[in-house]
C-alpha cells in the first residue's frame, strides 16, 4: 500500500495489531513475534482454502510473515494490520497458485498424456465408511461439497468470502485488502454466492 502521512488521530493507531507493528518497526522482536502468535493459525487455515494443501499453506504463511518482517522498517499504518496481513496473503497464495500452474505446463510431456489417476471410488473402501455414524458421513460429504464449491470460484472470490464469512471483515476492509471499492466487493459477494448457490443447490435439496 502507498505510504502516507498519517494523522496522529488515525482510527488505525487504535488497532493493538498496528501498534504491535510499530513496535517492531522501532525494533521490538517481541512485539513481532506476538503478531506471528495472533495470526498464524488463521492465516494458515485462510490459505489452506485458498491453496487447497495445509502443508502448501503453511510455507506461504510463513513467506507472509517474513515479507512483513523485511518490510517492518518501512511500515506506515495505513489500514488495520490484518488488512495489510491479507492483502499479502492474497498475492502470494495467488503468485503461488500461478507458479505451480507453470511447473505443470512446464513438465507435461506427450508421453504423460495417457490416463490421468483417478481418485479412489468409493465402493473400494465400504468397510471404513461403515464404520462411520450416518450423520458424520453427511457432513464429511457436505464438507467436501463446500471445499469444492469454494475450489470453484475465482481466486478474488473465494478470498472475499473467507475474509467476510471466517475473518468478519467490512466490505471496505475487503475492498483495502484486494484494491477494490466497497461497492465492487459487495458485487464480487453476491456473484460467489450465486455461484456457490448453484453449485450447491443440487445436494441441499
Known amino acids: 500500500m502507498p505510504s502516507t502521512a498519517v494523522p496522529i488521530s488515525s482510527p488505525y493507531l487504535r488497532d493493538p495489531d498496528v501498534q504491535l507493528m510499530m513496535r517492531a518497526r522501532d525494533g521490538d522482536d517481541d512485539a513481532f513475534s506476538e503478531l506471528v502468535s495472533r495470526f498464524q493459525d488463521r492465516l494458515v487455515a485462510l490459505l489452506t482454502n485458498m491453496v487447497g494443501n495445509a502443508e502448501n499453506a503453511e510455507d506461504l504463511a510463513q513467506d507472509v510473515f517474513l515479507r512483513i518482517y523485511k518490510a517492518r522498517n518501512g511500515y506506515e499504518p495505513n489500514a488495520k494490520f490484518s488488512t495489510w496481513l491479507f492483502a499479502i496473503a492474497h498475492n502470494v497464495a495467488c503468485n503461488s497458485k500461478r507458479s505451480k500452474v507453470r511447473r505443470k505446463e512446464v513438465q507435461m510431456q506427450p508421453a504423460d498424456s495417457g490416463a490421468a489417476p483417478t481418485a479412489m471410488p468409493e465402493e473400494a473402501v465400504p468397510e471404513k465408511s461403515a464404520l462411520m455414524p450416518t450423520r458424520l458421513i453427511a457432513r464429511k460429504e457436505l464438507q467436501d461439497r463446500v471445499q469444492a464449491a469454494m475450489a470453484n470460484l475465482n481466486e478474488r472470490q473465494r478470498m472475499a468470502v473467507?475474509?467476510?464469512?471466517?475473518?468478519?471483515?467490512?466490505?471496505a476492509d475487503i475492498g483495502a485488502a484486494l484494491e477494490m471499492t466497497p461497492q465492487a466487493v459487495k458485487s464480487l459477494l453476491s456473484r460467489a454466492r450465486d455461484n456457490l448457490r448453484e453449485q450447491l443447490e443440487a445436494f441441499v435439496r
Not at 473467507?162 to 471483515?169: P, S
Open 162 to 171: 473467507l475474509l467476510h464469512k471466517f475473518e468478519g471483515m467490512s466490505y
